[in-house]
């Protein structure tokens, strides 16, 4: 293990976005805990690495988060980065269409897990010696101009934008930087569906891995990272 290696919480980790950034920092030479829903698909992530630890987790339960995170201390004795990736699309629909139980499955996930996740890092962080670290949260272009028919993913990438605003404020004198990286259409099975221009989700994962590199003096407040082809200003 490389002297400057780091111990990063991933969520979302068994597929998609999580799964690149966790194999680009797996491949950096960093130690990552690995947590989503599923264990075989957090372990297929893993690929057999000793600096990976698969922890599946249930982000909409607080208690499942605090234990991801004691875990991962038990492990590699502390936390230097989250990224709090986990969430989901939703259903497609406007303010006229949406059912209760649609609004409220991904309230839970997109802001409640990011609450959550983020709570016990920066308590974990603030408690810790040397303390700080860095949690990245991934917003998206739909916190600024939703896609139509998008309400329940617009309205809780939103809330990840508040939530990332008053991170900074908070937690930026105890040592800990947050970054919001709104990405557009990176390439896994999510966005297979989209008509749009889309980009190699390893250029998010190489994106990741470089900020989480960075020094805790070095703030990224937020970031996007979208192919150039996408409709985005000005889209609706």
Same mark, same amino acid.
């Given at each position: 293990?490389?002297?400057?290696? %780091?111990? /990063?919480?991933? *969520?979302?980790?068994?597929?998609?976005?999580?799964?690149?950034?966790?194999?680009?920092?797996? +491949?950096?030479?960093?130690?990552?805990?690995? #947590?989503?829903?599923?264990?075989?698909?957090?372990?297929?992530?893993?690929?057999?690495?000793?600096?990976?630890?698969?922890?599946?987790?249930?982000?909409?339960?607080?208690?499942? &988060?605090?234990?991801? @995170?004691?875990?991962?201390?038990?492990? @590699?004795?502390?936390?230097?980065?989250? @990224?709090?990736?986990?969430?989901?699309?939703?259903?497609?629909?406007? /303010?006229? =269409?949406?059912?209760?139980?649609?609004?409220?499955?991904?309230?839970?996930?997109?802001?409640?897990?990011?609450?959550?996740?983020?709570? #016990?890092?920066?308590?974990?962080?603030? #408690?810790?010696?040397?303390? +700080?670290?860095?949690?990245?949260?991934?917003?998206?272009?739909?916190?600024?101009?939703?896609?139509?028919?998008?309400?329940?993913?617009?309205? *809780? %990438?939103?809330? /990840?934008?508040?939530?990332?605003?008053?991170?900074?404020?908070?937690?930026?004198?105890?040592?800990?930087?947050? *970054?919001? /990286?709104?990405?557009?259409?990176?390439?896994? =099975?999510? !966005?297979?569906? @989209? #008509?749009?221009?889309?980009?190699?989700?390893?250029?998010?994962?190489? $994106?990741? !891995?470089?900020?989480?590199?960075?020094?805790?003096?070095?703030? &990224?407040?937020?970031?996007?990272? $979208?192919?150039?082809? $996408? %409709?985005? &200003?000005?889209?609706?």
């Amino acid at each position: 293990m490389q002297e400057d290696a %780091k111990t /990063i919480v991933i *969520t979302g980790a068994g597929s998609g976005i999580g799964r690149a950034c966790a194999r680009s920092l797996l +491949g950096a030479g960093h130690r990552v805990v690995l #947590a989503g829903r599923h264990a075989d698909s957090l372990a297929e992530t893993a690929q057999g690495s000793t600096d990976a630890l698969v922890v599946p987790t249930d982000v909409t339960d607080s208690d499942s &988060v605090d234990a991801l @995170f004691a875990q991962a201390v038990d492990r @590699f004795g502390r936390v230097d980065a989250l @990224f709090n990736n986990a969430g989901v699309f939703g259903p497609r629909a406007s /303010i006229t =269409e949406i059912d209760d139980e649609q609004w409220h499955t991904v309230w839970r996930t997109n802001v409640d897990g990011a609450v959550f996740c983020a709570r #016990a890092a920066a308590r974990t962080m603030i #408690a810790q010696s040397p303390r +700080g670290g860095r949690i990245i949260n991934n917003g998206s272009l739909a916190a600024h101009r939703p896609r139509p028919d998008s309400l329940a993913y617009a309205v *809780t %990438k939103h809330a /990840i934008s508040g939530l990332t605003a008053s991170m900074l404020l908070d937690l930026r004198d105890v040592d800990i930087d947050v *970054t919001q /990286i709104d990405i557009g259409n990176a390439a896994t =099975e999510m !966005t297979a569906g @989209f #008509a749009e221009a889309s980009i190699d989700v390893a250029h998010v994962a190489e $994106m990741i !891995t470089h900020i989480v590199g960075l020094p805790v003096d070095v703030s &990224v407040p937020t970031i996007t990272v $979208m192919a150039r082809g $996408m %409709k985005y &200003v000005g889209r609706g």
